[in-house]
């Protein structure tokens, strides 16, 4: 059954046998539970090169045949030792064998049907979770043979490493407001996640793109390649944000009280674009995208605008030159996580079916009423008290 990886093949050539009559129960009962565990290997060897889960289920399969051939077995072995069933000895016929084939595989499913969990927690225990992210769980090789798939399963995993990017970049904020060892603990996490997902992400697109491709599945491959490095940036900038809260912590630098307020002010900003800019992404939401182009503006005059602001703070002597340091590292980080967004927003909008173009969105479109009217807002919503 395991050359052929077919038990309705193999009970097909063990029915055309018993047409000779010298097949007999006693024979044919072992032999057929047998091909049941034969018929795994198929499983098996389909498992091979895929991912965790799918190994999980051919070990699911494989138990389920064992453990209901060994149990049924061993009670009918046992049952004939008592018993003495006359019928062993007696030759059986085509129909005779599929009975107990079909009987065989009811009562399997009967007696392990609630037992599903402890299947499951078997099969964990053969395929354990890896400490650390396993590529080939995130990206099927074989997926290359049908480029559409295969891309739509990039963008899956993309979507999942934006998750983990802009979670990074919220941990590091919290830190930043309140120290919290856990929480930077999983921001280095999340940093390291994003540099996994960006090795095997680009490699995957790279390798695809050597696949005939429709132009869309094209212009995708391209948008995810320039999306997935915005996206580890910023989760490297929020690492950075992490250890300038760090450095604030050791060195018991203290900030004015303006100076919080500022960068309160900054880093909500920066919290909405960042939202804004996965939003459109895992969206495609070209609208959002849109709003990412005026606020992105807005950060940037609020960093020039704070870094001015710290300046004056240091010449009344407000402020000291060691805290300055970390200031200008936090408003460059900041601002640069704002830019990243921005280069999002304008992966989102250069393959919309529109088709705008990056000038379109915030050169030409700078001077629109529609632009200036939502800068004026975002302004007005993170302006300085």
């Known amino acids: 059954t395991g050359i052929i990886q077919s038990s309705s093949a193999a009970v097909g050539i063990l029915q055309a046998l018993a047409t000779t009559g010298q097949v007999t129960f ?96 078997l099969s964990y225990k053969f395929i354990p979770d890896a400490k650390t992210m396993d590529s080939i769980s995130e990206l099927d090789e074989r997926l290359m043979a049908t480029p559409s798939i295969a891309i739509d399963r990039c963008r899956v995993v993309t979507e999942t490493m934006a998750a983990i990017s802009g979670q990074a970049l919220k941990d590091s904020l919290s830190v930043l407001n309140k120290y919290d060892p856990t929480l930077a603990a999983n921001v280095r996490e999340h940093e390291e996640a994003t540099d996994h997902y960006e090795d095997i992400l680009g490699n995957y697109i ?35 944000v992490v250890e300038s809260a760090e450095e604030i912590r050791n060195k018991n630098i203290l900030f004015s009280a303006d100076a919080q307020n500022e960068l309160s002010r900054i880093t909500d900003a920066v919290q909405e674009i960042l939202d804004l800019a996965i939003s459109s992404f895992v969206r495609n939401d070209v609208q959002s995208a849109a709003l990412v182009f005026p606020l992105e503006e ?26 300055g340091f970390v200031w200008s590292d936090l408003l460059t980080n900041l601002e640069r996580v704002a830019d990243h967004c921005s280069n999002i927003a304008n992966c989102v909008v250069q393959t919309s079916k529109f088709k705008f173009s990056h000038e379109n969105s915030t050169g030409s479109k700078r001077n629109s009423t529609a632009f200036m009217s939502q800068y004026e807002a975002y302004a007005k919503k993170y302006a300085l008290e």
Do not use: Y
């Open 206 to 240: 790279v390798r695809l793109s050597s696949h005939a491709m429709s132009d869309a599945d094209s212009i995708e491959s391209a948008k995810l390649l320039r999306l997935i490095g915005d996206l580890e940036r910023i989760s490297d900038h929020a690492v950075n």
């Open 298 to 323: 807005v950060v940037d005059a609020l960093k020039e605008q704070l870094r001015s602001n710290h300046i004056l703070r240091l010449q009344k002597g407000e402020c000291s030159i060691e805290a």
């Open 26 to 121: 006693g024979t044919a009962i072992p032999i057929i539970l047998g091909q049941n565990i034969g018929t795994c290997v198929t499983a098996m060897i389909s498992s091979v090169g895929t991912n965790k889960n799918a190994r999980r289920a051919a070990v699911v399969h494989l138990s389920f045949n064992v453990i209901g051939t060994i149990i049924w077995l061993s009670i009918f072995s046992a049952a004939n030792a008592v018993f003495h069933f006359n019928f062993i000895s007696h030759s059986l016929n085509q129909m005779d064998i599929a009975i107990i084939h079909s009987l065989f595989n009811v009562l399997c499913t009967l007696l392990l049907l609630p037992l599903s969990s402890l299947l499951e927690k």
